[in-house]
């Protein structure tokens, strides 16, 4: 019998909410696959293959699907699949018996993560530490302006073109919800992790309060009210097993086979109902735990994935989580409608030291939708982080040219705290309009001096005839301004007016 490496040892007592073990089996190679690098339309979707094209990313191994012949076999042995993993070369098996685990003698299997049986005990509503109050706060435009969202709103960038996954615990009624009847053409599919089908409105309101900050219309706008969206369900609030964090690999894949260009996760794990499985502070290094190496495998194949810093500030945990810790990964914290530091937002560095939060967004007095089709408020970086996404998929739209990292470069170099990031801010709030900006304003421009507050401008030929105008936004100070470059080579002069400051300055565009 070949020997068989097993990750994690079986809990001394095991209880189940349906009687079943599951495992997770990893595989040790795709041997006699059926599919090729030469076809890759038959296992990922038009959108993905044409933004691999795009940013010059390979399809690789990773891509190809889970052998055929390694999963009928394992069927054959008795096992139920439950999900697969081609990023991890595995599948999610499960099996009422105990010692059929034991019994297998497969060549081609090259480790086995047990994660027992267990029994749901958990009530809905204790996984997030939420909590919610029913005032309302109308169109939710604070937590927009407070990004540069309405500006960005206004000249028509509402996340046109891109498509974000939501991974959570369900959308309880997005299906039925006035909030989200205009967004139902824009979601593009729907598919269960946890109970393997594709109903996902049937479950936590978690996601449907997630997703109304980024895509409702009505009562309240969310901040990505155009972009399209996969609602994918990975997470069992019945429950906290490291086996939540390979559904959500499983998810990850689908969506980037399915053409999503941002990930929204407002999830995260340490420490689990069984102790063996928990993790440490120390595995905290965004390439440890299974969610974060499949954070950052999405990463590399073009996917801005934004996770929630989490909800653990005041208690003894106290840093972010897991897949949080990845260094790709953008990061979101929370603060209030003030814009102050919401206490219970999770504090970084990662256990690398590397920057977290990234970022940060209103998730305390956060305007989200009810399962009764009213408006309340929530307490979260669950919120902060979709509100985020939105905006990501705003700035992404109107700049569907650039790179994952040019974009999240320019998300960082926006903020309020850039040149001083820390552990509870991370680099600050974002101006995504000044992000937008820094994308496109291209043609530089010294002025002399130091400027850290937002510029009006207005360019004129040199006999008079007005070129462009509007409003630069600066969080950070400046020695030169950036505008989009004139189309045709001549002499300009550009006027600037701010706060106890204006300029006129002439200027030459050469060919």
Same mark, same amino acid.
């Given at each position: 019998m070949r020997k068989m490496l097993v990750l994690l040892l079986l809990p001394s007592v095991l209880l189940g909410q349906d009687g079943a073990f599951r495992y997770f089996i990893s595989f040790t190679d795709k041997a006699n696959t059926t599919f090729s690098f030469n076809f890759p339309e038959e296992y990922l979707s038009p959108k993905t293959i044409s933004k691999r094209q795009k940013f010059s990313i390979a399809i690789d191994s990773t891509d190809l699907p889970v052998s055929s012949l390694y999963i009928n076999d394992l069927k054959s042995a008795g096992f139920v699949i439950e999900n %697969?993993?081609?990023?991890f070369n595995g599948v999610i098996v499960s099996t009422y018996d105990s010692l059929l685990m034991s019994s297998l003698n497969y060549i081609f299997i090259d480790s086995v993560v047990a994660f027992g049986s267990w029994q749901n005990t958990k009530k809905i509503g204790e996984k997030w530490k939420l909590s919610y109050d029913a005032s309302d706060y109308g169109l939710a435009f604070n937590q927009l302006q407070m990004l540069g969202g309405d500006v960005m709103h206004s000249k028509g960038f509402k996340g046109n073109g891109i498509t974000i996954a939501v991974l959570d615990a369900g959308f309880y009624k997005v299906d039925e919800l006035d909030l989200f009847s205009d967004l139902q053409n824009q979601i593009l599919s729907t598919y269960d992790f946890v109970d393997g089908n594709s109903n996902v409105y049937d479950d936590h309101t978690h996601g449907m309060m997630v997703l109304s900050t980024m895509g409702a219309k009505g009562a309240m706008m969310g901040t990505a009210p155009d972009a399209q969206y996969l609602l994918l369900r990975s *997470?069992?609030?019945?429950? *906290? +097993?490291?086996?939540?964090e390979f559904m959500w690999?499983? /998810? /990850?894949? #689908?969506a980037d086979s399915a053409g999503a260009d941002i990930i +929204?996760?407002?999830?995260? #794990? %340490?420490?689990?109902?069984? %102790?063996?499985? +928990?993790?440490t502070y120390a595995d905290m290094d965004g390439k440890t735990t299974p969610i974060s190496i499949g954070a950052g495998m999405a990463s590399d194949k073009g996917i801005i994935v934004v996770n929630s810093a989490g909800n653990s500030g005041n208690s003894s945990w106290h840093y972010i989580g897991a897949p949080a810790d990845n260094y790709d990964v953008l990061t979101v914290g929370a603060v209030d409608e003030n814009e102050e530091f919401a206490s219970f937002s999770s504090y970084g560095p990662n256990a690398s030291g590397a920057e977290k939060p990234n970022v940060v967004a209103q998730g305390k007095n956060t305007v989200v939708a009810n399962s009764d089709n009213t408006v309340i408020t929530g307490n979260g970086t669950s919120f902060s982080s979709p509100i985020t996404a939105g905006m990501v998929a705003c700035l992404w739209g109107a700049n569907p040219h650039k790179s994952a990292i040019s974009i999240k470069d320019a998300i960082y170099k926006s903020a309020d705290r850039y040149l001083n990031p820390d552990d509870q801010f991370g680099y600050g709030i974002p101006d995504y309009y000044s992000a937008y900006q820094y994308l496109n304003y291209d043609f530089t421009i010294p002025i002399n001096t130091s400027i850290s507050e937002d510029v009006s401008y207005t360019i004129y030929t040199v006999d008079g005839k007005l070129i462009d105008s509007g409003i630069l936004y600066y969080n950070n100070k400046q020695d030169v301004i950036k505008i989009i470059k004139p189309k045709t080579a001549g002499v300009y002069i550009i006027h600037l007016i701010a706060a106890g400051f204006e300029l006129n300055k002439k200027f030459i565009v050469f060919e």
């Open positions: %697969t993993s081609k990023w *997470e069992d609030v019945f429950s *906290e +097993n490291l086996i939540e690999v499983c /998810a /990850a894949e #689908y +929204n996760s407002s999830l995260g #794990y %340490t420490t689990f109902d069984d %102790t063996l499985q +928990n993790h």
